[in-house]
């Protein structure tokens, strides 16, 4: 192997502060792989244990919508199938800073609307914000957060209602990728969510602590909202709020008899849109709470650890690549690289075993030109890290 052997003699002049510095950056993230997996392929009982309550919480289905006229329709209409029989519950839509139909169309399918014009504060997190806010004035009990985009499972608003009947705060449903065999880069994605939608989540719900925000398919009581009110401006603003949810001392779980599904952007100008923003959000959120959350931690607010390893582990493309930097090293960083290389691969395999077939097995033989691709990413992911990027809808045409 000449390129392995030349790589090796230019890291061997490297000072061994280098490998131990990554070692550094990456071994939050590989403990926190380590505990998830296990932990997410363990037993564990299911969120719902009583199916015959004696009442039902009153839902609120709220659908954050900024320009989706051209699918709005048909996500009203998933949606109010699933609210059939669902007494005293309601569906909203709010229309944010729309410049198209969204209102009239989603109106015109059936959904109560909420329109906010504010050109000053634009994003998902205000939306919710303004929606909460007001429904909380009437006397609804759960608020359950679709996006617009999304088809849910028939049973979706009955599984939420019995979940909130048995007096939990905060749920996470399954949220997975709807069109895995429309590109190669849609198998790449539903592999990635099921590892972070699905594995992550239910090796948290076995270990006990908060599972995350994925923002969408998530419900909230109104106990929660009005302890710990949704107030999260960022691109990432269901990171940021679970958070502070989490500081304040509540937990979210996992409901995972349940799914929300969205399609996978399918161009490439799109799906680069949409990843930059997403990870430049994350890496600005790791700048600004990671330096509290680790004081708390230090201050003995132990419920901050997990969130805080969630929190340092890097995408999955970014934590391979560095293992893979630390792997040219002699001694001590190369074993961990190799170990950390090969948990990677397994938690990978965990998650497939979760949820996928054949087909996403094959697809991990693109993984490097995957890696590859998210390399030019950075620029876009650094600009955004450094700034409050825009809710912007991300098109996703299979064409």
């Avoid at 954050?64 to 699933?82: F, K």
């Avoid at 009110?229 to 940021?240: F, H, L, N, Q, T």
């Avoid at 700048?287 to 201050?299: E, G, H, I, V, Y």
């Avoid at 493309?317 to 690289?337: D, I, K, Q």
């Amino acid at each position: 192997m000449p390129m392995f052997e030349f790589l090796t003699s230019v890291f061997s002049q490297v000072s061994p502060l280098a490998g131990l510095l990554l070692i550094a950056v990456t071994l939050p993230g590989s403990l926190e792989l380590l505990a998830l997996t296990a932990a997410g392929l363990a037993p564990r009982k299911p969120l719902i244990t009583d199916h015959s309550p004696a009442a039902l919480p009153r839902l609120a289905l709220v659908v954050p919508a900024h320009n989706e006229a051209a699918g709005i329709a048909e996500c009203v209409a998933n949606l109010r199938a699933s609210l059939a029989n669902a007494a005293g519950c309601e569906l909203a839509v709010i229309a944010d800073n729309c410049s198209d139909a969204t209102a009239e169309i989603a109106r015109a399918a059936g959904a109560r609307v909420l329109v906010r014009q504010d050109a000053a504060h634009r994003g998902k997190g205000y939306a919710l914000d303004f929606a909460f806010k007001t429904l909380l004035a009437e006397s609804y009990d759960v608020f359950l957060v679709v996006d617009a985009d999304s088809r849910v499972d028939l049973n979706l608003v009955h599984e939420f209602r019995l979940a909130f009947a048995q007096g939990i705060d905060a749920a996470q449903c399954r949220y997975r990728i709807a069109n895995p065999d429309a590109s190669l880069s849609a198998r790449i994605n539903r592999i990635a969510w099921l590892a972070f939608n699905d594995l992550r989540l239910a090796g948290r719900e076995k270990l006990n602590v908060s599972v995350g925000i994925l923002g969408n398919g998530f419900a909230l009581s109104r106990r929660l909202l009005e302890a710990v009110p949704y107030e999260a401006g960022s691109i990432v603003e269901d990171m940021e709020y679970h958070l502070r949810l989490v500081k304040a001392g509540y937990r979210m779980r996992f409901l995972d008899s349940v799914h929300v599904y969205s399609d996978a952007p399918n161009k490439t100008d799109n799906a680069e849109v949409q990843r930059s923003r997403w990870e430049g959000g994350r890496f600005g959120l790791i700048a600004s709470q990671a330096p509290s959350l680790f004081r708390d931690l230090l201050a003995g607010q132990r419920r901050l650890l997990e969130p805080l390893a969630e929190l340092l582990l890097l995408p999955l493309s970014y934590h391979v690549l560095l293992l893979l930097l630390t792997l040219p090293f002699s001694g001590p960083p190369r074993y961990y690289a190799l170990a950390g290389l090969t948990l990677v691969i397994l938690h990978v395999l965990a998650a497939v075993r979760l949820g996928g077939d054949v087909k996403d097995l094959k697809a991990l033989a693109s993984v490097p030109m995957y890696i590859i691709w998210k390399l030019k990413l950075i620029p876009n992911l650094l600009r955004n890290a450094r700034k409050n990027a825009a809710w912007q809808r991300t098109d996703r045409e299979n064409s």
